[in-house]
């Protein structure tokens, strides 16, 4: 028979009635899976230190949000996933031989300052990682900038340092790089691979890849910001990037050196801090690849990702402003 | 050929199978039907019967005060017994006629008329009108009114729209699989009345069968083409149907006619049929009774003024874990308090659902500008930042970003990973801004 069902059983709720099964801490535990790849070969470059590393930025990350939470009386959030991929993101980006005190103050940084004082989740201005690495490069520049040879031994003992190829590149030239890589095809290959000196996870060009391809085809990140990241820094430091004349750069150790995978793919897509409409994403993906170039070839630092995204960030606000997406029927005079 | 579409809209599971294969079928007439004197946008019915009163099956009870109104009819033979508000299923009282019914299922005198087809426009649209037609797919817009555009605003295309978006819902899918002839004779009519020359009919992908049996129907009918839609919510909303089919923009703020072209639901089609050929008034409707919250979901052929609580029993009831009754789909349908609640002219569907589809909406998490809601938005509006500045007060700043395009699909809504309510925040600033 029939179940009766009284009235006040019933649930009255406005519609929709159904929604999609996606929710914020799915889309962050998914991006933050989407990183080991580039973690894992970062681990096996540079030893155990790279681990050591990454959790305390993980742990200083997920402190700081349930200290901010619990201080400000706010709902705990550090479930959510968003803290745990800041300090992944945050210690990806670090030199694995960094002392113990970087990824904590950093991760602190990151997410106590840049995000939670912010508004938390949706409300900060900058990237959190990016904002927690800047103040670390700037407070602590030397161990910032001191890199470990990747060894691919995993016990990783004899902490030998090198320059970075973007920092070879800068003050040497291209000539030098090849010499020290060998030649040319290896050095490209070993560049795809991660086989370099650099931050811990942003050396593996090719586990990145697979990384953001798997982000792409789930459809978390779609190319727009990415490609055209990309594809300006190539454009400019081909046009302006030899040291022979204008179109004499090589675009492609450009592109798979630094961090500039890691953050077109990884950091430049981060939601809050990007344009929402596509439109926006592809003006803010060229600001961020045009600061790039010009950081790389004409600052003082050999890289330039981290300031050129940071940069881009004051500016999503603006973008989205004013380049919004067409209203559907809007009458054609109302464009001019 | 690729499927036509719009662009934007998400894809919803369909859950069309509950209900899909089930023909339809003559639910029980009720012992007691209650009819609402405002059934249809625009001004409500004046009651012209008396408590005490015998009336007909088909006779007129309530008859329209002004131009965008439409009458409504008995739609069983017997006795009024009472003059009561009821609740509708926006949760409004509105007045409504109580009929016992005597079991005798007298008709009043309608007009047969074999040769319809040769009745003039102004005759066959009083006939429309005298009828009580309105939108079946919902909106119930009088469609004696959609029928007589002014004078300025050529048509020349008419779509029938049997995209049926809404999961769940195959009512209409049903009426093109089972009297797929009759639907093409109300587009004829609908032609005729506007003097447009060419007809279309928008369908689904996912209802090969209603596309088959629809092309079939109007195989000798050069003027009217049945197409295939990609499934995609809100695909039936007017604007997206034909934007997919002949490519126009309805202008913002604009309707169908500014375009030139006229849509109307598969249901109405079939009760524009009915009332040209038979004299029929509105008096019975299809309705998809569905959802995990019923035990053996169907489509069922209604009386005007039944309870919905008799269409579920119809349906096999309630299940244990049944939490929620809506009217309409699970996208744009109202949930009700109440089972006592009657069928009108715009119930396409009884949708109930069990707790395992039931999705809570009282918690939700501050916007992270994924953008979801920006891709989806078929109206290209962003919803993220109306929700935004509704949620902070700033309602007047949300005319900036086009609030009053917005048409309350729910598309937004759906998609939000942080389940905020964008299109109830929506709603409430544009309740709240002066336009």
Known sequence: ?336 | MALLTFKGGVHPPDHKELSANSPIKEAKVPSQVVIPLSQHIGAPCQAIVEVGQEVKKGEMIGEPTGFVSAPVHASVSGKVVAMMDVPNAMGRMVPAVVIENDGKEEWTQLSDNPDYMNLSPDELREKIKNAGIVGMGGATFPTHVKLSPPKEKPIDVVIINGAECEPYLTADHRMMVETPKEVIEGLKIIMKILGVSKGYVGIENNKPDAIERMKEAAQNEPNIEVVALQVKYPQGAEKMLIKAIVDREVPAGGLPMDVGVVVQNVGTAYAIYEACRYGKPLIERVVTVTGLGVNSPGNFRARIGTPIQQLIDEAGGFTNGAVKVVLGGPMMGFAVYSTEIPVTKGTSGVLVLSESEYVSSEKFSSCIRCGRCVDACPMGLIPSMLSILSEKGFYEDTKEYNIFDCFECGTCTYVCPAKRPIVQLIRLAKSLVKR
């Open chain 1, 1 to 336: 028979m029939a179940v009766a069902k009284k009235e006040h059983q019933l649930i009255v709720s406005v519609s929709p009635h159904i929604r999609s099964e996606e929710t914020v801490s799915r889309i962050m535990w998914t991006v933050s899976l989407s990183l080991l790849p580039a973690f894992a070969m970062g681990v096996y470059y540079f030893g155990p230190k790279a681990v050591y590393v990454t959790a305390l930025c993980i742990i200083g990350s997920l402190f700081s949000e349930w200290i901010v939470e619990k201080m400000a009386g706010k709902e705990l959030t550090i479930r959510d996933g968003s803290a745990f991929l800041t300090g992944l993101l945050l210690g990806m980006n670090m030199p694995a031989s960094v002392p113990f005190y970087i990824p904590l103050v950093s991760s602190f940084v990151a997410v106590a300052i840049t995000k939670q004082l912010f508004g938390g989740i949706g409300y900060n201005i900058f990237n959190p990682a990016l904002v927690g690495r800047a103040f670390a490069l700037i407070t602590w520049p030397r161990a910032m900038t001191t890199w470990l040879t990747p060894t691919a031994s995993f016990i990783g003992m004899d902490a030998k340092t090198t320059a970075t190829p973007l920092g070879i590149l800068k003050e040497e030239g291209m000539h030098k790089l090849i010499e020290i890589f060998g030649d040319k095809m290896t050095l490209y290959t070993k560049l795809l691979i991660g086989h370099r000196a650099g931050s811990l996870g942003e050396t593996s060009v090719i586990a990145l890849l697979i990384g953001a391809a798997f982000l792409i085809y789930k459809r978390y990140i779609t190319w727009h910001i990415p490609i055209s990241f990309l594809a300006t820094v190539a454009v400019i430091t081909w046009i302006f990037g030899g040291k022979e004349g204008l179109f004499t750069g090589d675009p492609i150790v450009h592109l798979l050196s630094g961090g500039l995978i890691l953050g077109a793919f990884f950091m430049a897509t981060d939601y809050v801090t990007c344009p929402s409409v596509r439109k926006g994403q592809i003006v803010f993906g060229i600001g961020c690849g045009f600061l790039t170039a010009l950081i790389r070839l004409k600052a003082g630092y050999p890289e330039g990702v981290m300031f050129a995204i940071l940069l881009m960030n004051c500016f999503s606000p603006l973008i989205d402003r004013n380049l919004k997406s067409r209203v559907f029927g809007a009458r054609k005079e109302a464009k001019k």
